[in-house]
């Protein structure tokens, strides 16, 4: 049967027919559906991790076992994923292992836009790049086969536009792979220098037996048309070039790391002018370039930001191409946190109180925009606890008694928690606050360590975050609604007045969650509002003006009472209604 997927449906389908047995993943906008859809197969076994690493090395570890194996993270999970990569390349593998890392071209939701084709060059494992669907479910078969000829773990590299575009797929019975036997073998695995440097020797050779493997593979495809034009392409830029371009010929490179060069070299004398076109960096062009093929590329394309047909057909040909536009300007629609959305209370008081917030990943992040202007940084998942730490410390004890940590509940367990050991191990004196939304919220509610649920919805322990903050050495842990605005106040003097390390606990769930119930909504009392518009410093989308009058949109209010407690005249009032 065939039937439309997206790319990210496709990696999971593709892993289901493959025989894959164990799935370990850290939700990462684009990558997060590939764990959501594979949880749906009973035959395979899928979980949250609490971070990229300890993801990678589950997949390893059941790899080690002779399962196929597979682990999934956006591209600046990649980088807390490194480590064991790294080391994973000169292990090889048993059973196949793929790590599959979803670029974000654009940055749709990721802090920045580096290129994943690095890491498995530097890496030296082999990377395939799939351009659709149906590839994205063939190329997990392909790979593989690929990890367990040539000993290795294989990145899977995706992109934003082939996550979440659909194309037909067609679904295949499963290939029951069974488990290989697993033989001690410390000379293989146990990574001491004297082992590492004889693998180092296997890695080499393995390079040697791929780059061989890359002129051959059928990955890689070669459409001969119009020989004026040629241009050699991977991923999501394949099927911009073929809408911009269709009489072109195309070398299209499906296995990304190593790259062919005699099958380059072949297609480059075949026709006229050749072209790369490829997001990002400069990776296949330099790849030409080393061996004296004549190539243009970022003479005509950004290395910045997403391509598209009208770029590439006007950077190739002059022509310009001539878009549909509307008459009026669309109003922009900025980022915002969503009405009832526990964040903004806590965020209206940081803004108050004017103090320094070290900031992480997340929704929180928005604390950052207008009207609360209440962030400072965001640097990576994690990194407020222990940059606040660095920052206070150069500061001084001043700097400590006006600042504060902002992270949240999913960001602390996935790398959160070593910088607050650090803080209480190095005698800091800084104040954390733990934002507890009792789900992983910005990439689409998934469970987490704290939440009592697995990916599968599994009942099991809460992982709880007072006693966690506890064993890291904090003595002063506290709990507070972010909807107490004054109380969240008065703890947060409280706490930044003494001279040791603290942890604020907002707790309040996600207001998007199922089993969050709504309040009937709120509204303007016009009799008793003096147009102070104090109640617009909290940023809720539903609290509007129309004409001179305040108002509040009751197809958005959830009823969460928080513009209550910002109005001094008492004009918003519950209007007993129910949604």
Known sequence: MKRLMLGNEAVARGLYESGCRIVSAYPGTPSTEITEFVSEYDEVYA????????ATEVAIGASMGGARSFCAMKHVGLNVAADPLFTASYTGVNGGLIIAVADDQGMHSSQNEQDSRHYAIASKVPMVEPS?????????????EISEKFDTPVLFRLSTRVSHSQSLVEE???NDVPLKEYVKNPAKYVMMPGNAKKRHVVVEERSKALE???ETTDLNTVEMNDTSVGIITAGIT???????????????????????????KDFASKVDKVYVIEELDDVIETHCKKYGIKVESKEHFTNIGEYSQKMIREALTGEKTELYSFSEDIPVRPPVMCPGCPHRGMFYVLNKMKLMVSGDIGCY????????NAMDSTICMGASISALHGFNKARGIDSAKNSVAVIGDSTFMH???TGLINITYNEGISTVIVVDNSITGMTGHQQNPTTGKTLKGDIVEKISIEKVCEAAGVKRVRVVDPNEPKLLEQMLKEELSVEEPSVIICRRPCALLKYV???PPVHINNDKCKRCKACFKIGCPAIVMKGNDVTIDTTLCVGCGLCEKMCAFSAIEESGEEK
């Open 212 to 214: 061989a493997f890359a």
């Open 238 to 264: 394949y099927q911009y070039a073929k809408e911009a371009m269709p009489n072109a010929s195309f070398l299209k490179l499906g296995l990304i790391n190593p790259m062919p060069v005699e099958l380059i």
């Open 415 to 417: 790398s959160g928690i």
């Open 132 to 144: 659709d669907s149906l590839e994205c479910k063939e190329y997990v078969k392909k790979a593989y």
């Open 172 to 174: 295949c019975p499963r």
């Open 517 to 519: 119930k709504a309040k």
């Open 47 to 54: 979980e949250w991790a609490p971070n990229e690493k300890v």
């Open 365 to 372: 992040t928005l604390g950052a925009t207008p009207p609360l």
